[in-house]
């Protein structure tokens, strides 16, 4: 009994002293930066005005700070689609793009201060997890049969819950407020759907990295769009999605395909898009640019389809084979005249992504140099 009493005791202080130690240092919730400034020299616009709409990437240039709360990373993306809106950018027929990714850095959101400026993205990651611990071990233990990398798995679901909600409120207020379609680069979300409303849901289960379609009056457009071709990387925490999808919405411009980085590079991906497709949006996550000229080491994740000639590995540089593999080329043999590909940029504890972008316009393709510090938006007009 007195070893009970004194357990009991011991575990109770333990407690009292970790939620002591959870509210030190408290997170900065309602710590907004200031407005993002975007000079005009990093706009791009490629064409002509033609009165059929055009396509929009948003590069924006993304720290740990504006992961901290909804208000900060809102008013982050607003300050990109503000300097669009102020070239004549935007308007009815935009599709706007944001890169892969761009929602998962949410699982930081409102931890203590001293998260945000930490070196490196192990460190990071340890500090929002010890802040987590019940949620993490619970989503530990109930990982789905044969998650491989448990770890990672229940950091993204821990906070599932609030992320999504996050993420779907943001997209949709700036679908809302710019009165665009706005492709929401992508997040790992468990069991993602859409509630009898229309709004987006999670559930115990399966990751699956997400890319939500929003239109102009601030609604997800159906379906859901779940990559189907993970890398090497993803594949531990996260399934494929479902090859049968038909990733295809109407917008005011026209039709738009929407696949997830990896899968623009497989013919099987195409095959479920309809004739009329007129562009296609692609969210990728992307690397330092030392990768974009390092030596290509072929097809990650899956096996290289049919028609790649696999004696250019090593032979040409990774950059060269996106050109040749990825959307450009495939997009084309699907008689799609336009299309983006969007990567991320920004450095995340030490993860520094300079992000290119790939413009297809009819046949030709437009390889953009990797963003600055500033970020970049890139216009491409639809004719």
Known sequence: MKFLVRFVGISMIIVALYNVWVVIDVPPTFKVLATTKVDSSAIISLGNDAGQGNMLGIQPALAPIHYSNKVTLKDNLRGYLQAANARGLINAKTVIIFPEYIGSWLVAMEQKSSVYDKENLNDAMTAVITANLFKFGVAYFTAPSGTKAKDKYAAFAMKAKPIAQTYDEIFSELAKEFKATIVAGSIVLPEPSLDEAGKLKIARGKLYNTSVVYNPEGKIQAPLVKKIFPIDEEAGFTTPGDKNQ??????????????????????????????????????????????????????????????????????????????????????????????????????????????????????????????????????????
């Open 246 to 383: 038909v990733p295809v919405f109407n917008t005011p411009a026209g039709k738009l395909a929407v696949l997830v980085c990896a899968d623009s590079w497989y013919p099987e991906a195409y095959s479920k898009l309809t004739d009329d497709v007129k562009m296609i949006a692609v969210p990728s996550l992307g690397a330092v640019d030392s990768v974009w000229n390092a030596p290509w080491n072929g097809y990650n994740g899956f096996k290289a389809p049919n028609d790649v000639d696999t004696s250019d590995y090593h032979k040409i540089t990774e950059g060269e084979a996106w050109q040749k593999y990825s959307m450009g080329p495939r997009a084309g043999k699907a008689h799609i005249p336009f299309g983006m590909n969007v990567f991320f940029t920004g450095n995340m504890w030490g993860k520094k992504a300079e992000g290119r972008v790939l413009a297809l316009s009819r046949d030709a393709l437009h390889v953009l140099p990797p963003t600055t510090d500033t970020g970049r938006i890139v216009n491409q007009w639809l004719y």
